[in-house]
């Protein structure tokens, strides 16, 4: 099924994939991938249940299932589409533009904008046509963009396919000129579930507000909602139930008498109206009538799909009671009666009252209203898939049928035709489906880094489709081979996340906590005396003020630090780290059993490489790991650090001027019968990795490096480290499994092997430049990856993956394997040349002794 699907994908997308917009995949958990959005035709059942989408980190294309995707972002610039005279507002607040072919009893025929190819919509699904750009008496739809909004602060509201989108907090106004009974009928939605207000009759200023439906989430996250009526002296807040909200949009009507201080809301979630919840305060005397409309936006985000401000024309909170249809005209005066017909050839509606028909001229008509359906008329159609928000700004749900000829296929409930929309007009795709837990994947799952691309998904076996190893994304049908562009692939699968890196040059240092400060209390304990609302530990709600911090583990790789008998300064470097990264709290309330608190640091207001150094190096004075040690330390007790960048475990058995005999088990058969590494790969060995590294002052380290101009014709090519921190510079001649025989400018020195800690080989420092190409050693053919975990790196070049392990032949050590389950992070192509200078050891180059001043001036200048 794999190799028909990659056919039908390819032959399909050959003419067309050069044309197709540009967009984004957004994956759950942050995943993005940039690519192209393929043609598909229709399902075997009808429906599409997957979309198939191409990324250039990838060689082939890739078929995600709907379930596990948020959406999809379109990034190029939309083309613009032609004009439509109507927009109809359908069920569950869908919003369709397009012009009125053909009125019947039972549908209204319409051609949506930028299609030719009419669809039949059922009357009982439509809520409402007003003519696009509609300014009757007391009447508003919108929004059309900002035109007309006032908005802050600067930046954090955009337009977008006519709608209004902010990703931070900040507030929009408009001025709708609503009467002062008036229906608010409003939808929105959203990617991350906001907290925000949306205000009625507004006022001026927020802080005054009077008439609002306050969308909120608990502390555990569960989403809540109510209306609010508030007076200076007086307020009355009451429930609103709001549905699960799982299509990620809500439609909120609300209700508003200005005159009676009267407040009524009710939520439409997926075409099913809630309760309706009622409140009234009666107005004070300073209150000013307002026509305003506000929506405030705390955390999340939103985009305003549609806003329709209406009269209210009942007693009842309902939003239309009217069962006679009617027409109303560019004066605000109203025809009512049944529609019957629409005769396009004469451009006018024929409207039936009293067994006498009247006609009524399209082009004067500013808004239809069709009667309320008895029932729900799609009651049991299948639930929508997928949501279409439109750059000329209509949005519709619906079920994929197909992505073909340039359009988007879906099918509407109340719809009897599939309703093709423009690819080059869609902006959005989002996901309304959504699987309680992702599929299993065959193998340990991980993060691909890719250029842009990132997202979760394991390493399988590619063999079979021309490739050692193959990427299987969470949610995808089948794997795909990383795309091997020009200058090679360069990417990284992180299996244990990484802190993230401070910026390098002048850039300001962002520094991450957890949004609070401590305190001494007289018992000596270190107690939380307050919180920011926007931090880390105040958004994840476990951590209150008044616990005790017993102890802090500032990094995943340490242990637990006790606060007590640290000051104040410290506890607060123990807290603070990169934005991103992790630190587990050890807590007690009062009298209560210890627990432990694990949060990723959020940005705090504080900033300064001088800071986030002091936080970082308290960490490691406090904090610092134990030393690594393999289950099988006994049998590999020490470390070879290889100049390809590898570090593995290892049993030195011989080491001499020609290099060393070592075994190791990450080389097939290194482990028995040992593996021979020549000199010029080896950039140190490690005897007894549990030895501490201590730092060395530049001057010492100068000197140590400096290659006088007596030893140029024989330099020393090793580095002795002791166990007692003393250095010797000498030529190595040999070391077996007692002594080590080390010639110093001619004297001969054996020392034990057991006062050893390590050797370092000095390899020129020329030897780092550019060399001849003839004299270069060949790059390894094929897929160079790195295994990196804590204290060691395997590079192997890829053959294929078996058992949870990737099989393949170090340039160093021969044939061997990496143990996908014991590593951090994988490195793939250029990526493990970007952290070569993160390795140890690199540092240790001889460098020539300065000339004597007088020799440099009598050779002159160059």
Not at 272 to 297: D, N, Q, T
Not at 342 to 349: I, Y
């Given at each position: 099924m794999r190799h028909v699907w990659a056919v039908l994908i390819a032959v399909v997308a050959s003419s067309t994939i050069a044309a197709a917009p540009a967009a984004v995949l957004d994956l759950p958990g942050g995943g993005v991938l940039p690519g192209t959005l393929l043609p598909v035709g229709a399902g075997a059942g009808g429906d599409r249940e997957t979309l198939a989408w191409r990324s250039p980190a990838f060689a082939g294309p890739l078929e995600f299932h709907l379930d596990e995707i948020a959406g999809v972002r379109f990034t190029s610039a939309p083309t613009d589409q032609p004009p439509a005279a109507f927009r109809f507002i359908l069920g569950g607040g869908d919003l369709l533009d397009g012009a009125i072919e053909a009125i019947d009893s039972e549908h209204v025929t319409v051609t949506p904008r930028g299609t030719d190819r009419?669809?039949?919509?059922?009357?009982?699904?439509?809520?409402?046509?007003?003519?696009?750009?509609?300014?009757?008496?007391?009447?508003?739809?919108?929004?059309?963009?900002?035109?007309?909004?006032?908005?802050?602060?600067?930046?954090?509201?955009?337009?977008?396919?006519?709608?209004?989108?902010?990703?931070?907090?900040?507030?929009?106004?408009?001025?709708?000129?609503?009467?002062?009974?008036?229906?608010?009928?409003?939808?929105?939605?959203?990617?991350?579930?906001?907290?925000?207000?949306?205000?009625?009759?507004?006022?001026?200023r927020p802080g005054d507000e009077g008439y609002w439906v306050e969308l909120l989430r608990l502390q555990d996250g569960t989403p809540e909602a109510a209306i609010v009526r508030r007076e200076p002296d007086l307020a009355a807040v009451e429930p609103l139930p709001a549905g699960d909200a799982a299509t990620r949009s809500l439609r909120v009507v609300m209700f508003v008498d200005q005159q009676k201080?009267?407040?009524?809301?009710?939520?439409?979630?997926?075409?099913?109206?809630?309760?309706?919840?009622?409140?009234?305060?009666?107005?004070?005397?300073?209150?000013?009538?307002?026509?305003?409309?506000?929506?405030?936006?705390?955390?999340?985000?939103?985009?305003?799909?549609?806003?329709?401000?209406?009269p209210w024309t009942t007693d009842e909170a309902v939003l239309d009671v009217r069962r006679a249809a009617s027409v109303i005209?560019?004066?605000?005066?109203?025809?009512?009666?049944?529609?019957?017909?629409?005769?396009?050839?004469?451009?006018?509606?024929?409207?039936?009252?009293?067994?006498?028909?009247?006609r009524v001229r399209l082009d004067e008509i500013e808004e239809i209203v069709l009667p309320n359906a008895a029932d729900n008329p799609v009651a049991g159609a299948p639930p929508a898939t997928i949501r279409a928000v439109q750059a000329s700004g209509g949005?519709?749900?619906?079920?994929?049928?197909?992505?073909?000829?340039?359009?988007?296929?879906?099918?509407?409930?109340?719809?009897?035709?599939?309703?093709?929309?423009?690819?080059?007009?869609?902006?959005?795709?989002?996901?309304?489906?959504?699987?309680?837990?992702?599929?299993?994947?065959?193998?340990?799952?991980?993060?691909?880094?890719?250029?842009?691309?990132?997202?979760?998904?394991?390493?399988?076996?590619?063999?079979?489709?021309?490739?050692?190893?193959?990427?299987?994304?969470?949610?995808?049908?089948?794997?795909?081979?990383?795309?091997?562009?020009?200058?090679?692939?360069?990417?990284?699968?992180?299996?244990?996340?990484?802190?993230?890196?401070?910026?390098?040059?002048?850039?300001?240092?962002?520094?991450?906590?957890?949004?609070?400060?401590?305190?001494?209390?007289?018992?000596?304990?270190?107690?939380?005396?307050?919180?920011?609302?926007?931090?880390?530990?105040?958004?994840?709600?476990?951590?209150?003020?008044?616990?005790r911090l017993l102890a802090i583990k500032p990094r995943p790789e340490g242990g637990f630090v006790p606060t007590q008998g640290h000051d104040v300064q410290t506890v607060m470097n123990l807290m603070r780290g990169r934005v991103g990264s992790q630190v587990v709290l050890r807590v007690a309330a009062a009298g209560g059993e210890p627990r432990e608190i694990d949060l990723r640091r959020g940005l705090i207001y504080v900033a300064g490489r001088e800071i986030l150094d002091q936080a970082l190096a308290t960490h490691t004075r406090l904090a610092a790991p134990p030393v690594v040690r393999l289950e099988d330390s006994a049998t590999y007790p020490s470390l070879a650090v290889l100049r390809s960048g590898d570090i593995v475990p290892c049993a030195v058995d011989v080491v001499d001027g020609q290099g060393m005999r070592i075994r190791t088990p990450v080389a097939d058969g290194g482990d028995a019968d040992g593996v021979r590494v020549p000199e010029s790969l080896v950039q140190a060995v490690e005897l007894d990795p549990g030895v501490p590294a201590r730092g060395i002052e530049k001057p010492r380290l100068d000197r140590l490096l400096m290659l006088p101009r007596s030893q140029r014709v024989a330099p020393p090519t090793h580095m002795v480290r002791l166990r007692d921190g003393d250095y010797l510079r000498g030529r190595l001649e040999s070391l077996d499994d007692a002594t080590l025989v080390l010639d110093v400018r001619g004297e001969v020195k054996r020392l034990p092997r057991s006062e050893v800690a390590r050797v370092i080989w000095l390899h020129p420092e020329e030897e780092s430049a550019v060399v001849d190409e003839a004299d270069a050693p060949p790059a390894p053919a094929g897929l160079l990856v790195q295994g990196v975990a804590e204290g060691r790196r395997v590079t192997l070049v890829a053959e294929g993956l078996a058992d949870g392990a990737i099989r393949g032949t170090s340039p160093a050590l021969g044939p061997g394997r990496i143990d996908i389950k014991g590593i951090d992070r994988l490195l793939v192509g250029r990526a493990i040349d970007g952290e070569a200078d993160q390795l140890p050891y690199r540092q240790w180059k001889l460098r020539p002794a300065p000339e004597p001043k007088a020799l440099r001036e009598a050779a002159g200048p160059e």
């Open positions: 009419p669809v039949r919509v059922r009357r009982a699904v439509i809520e409402g046509v007003s003519r696009i750009g509609s300014r009757i008496a007391g009447s508003y739809v919108g929004p059309g963009g900002l035109a007309g909004w006032r908005h802050e602060p600067e930046g954090a509201w955009r337009s977008e396919a006519g709608h209004i989108v902010a990703a931070r907090p900040g507030t929009a106004m408009i001025d709708v000129a609503a009467p002062t009974r008036a229906i608010y009928d409003i939808v929105i939605s959203w990617r991350r579930r906001p907290e925000l207000r949306l205000s009625a009759a507004a006022t001026e201080g009267r407040l009524a809301a009710y939520t439409i979630d997926r075409g099913v109206a809630g309760a309706i919840s009622e409140v009234a305060v009666p107005p004070s005397a300073a209150r000013e009538l307002s026509g305003r409309f506000r929506i405030s936006l705390g955390t999340g985000d939103v985009s305003l799909e549609s806003l329709r401000v209406g005209g560019k004066d605000g005066l109203s025809v009512d009666g049944e529609i019957v017909s629409f005769d396009k050839a004469s451009g006018e509606v024929v409207v039936r009252a009293d067994s006498r028909d009247k949005t519709i749900a619906g079920r994929l049928a197909a992505v073909e000829d340039g359009f988007l296929r879906l099918r509407v409930a109340g719809l009897d035709d599939e309703l093709a929309i423009p690819l080059d007009d869609v902006l959005s795709l989002t996901s309304l489906v959504a699987r309680p837990s992702p599929r299993d994947l065959p193998g340990r799952v991980g993060a691909l880094i890719a250029g842009e691309a990132r997202l979760k998904g394991c390493l399988v076996d590619g063999r079979d489709i021309g490739a050692a190893v193959a990427w299987l994304p969470q949610g995808a049908v089948e794997p795909a081979a990383l795309a091997v562009p020009g200058d090679g692939i360069d990417a990284v699968i992180e299996y244990v996340p990484r802190e993230s890196r401070e910026p390098v040059g002048g850039a300001q240092v962002e520094i991450g906590g957890i949004g609070g400060m401590v305190n001494q209390d007289a018992q000596g304990f270190f107690v939380v005396t307050m919180l920011s609302e926007e931090g880390a530990a105040a958004q994840d709600g476990r951590l209150q003020p008044g616990d």
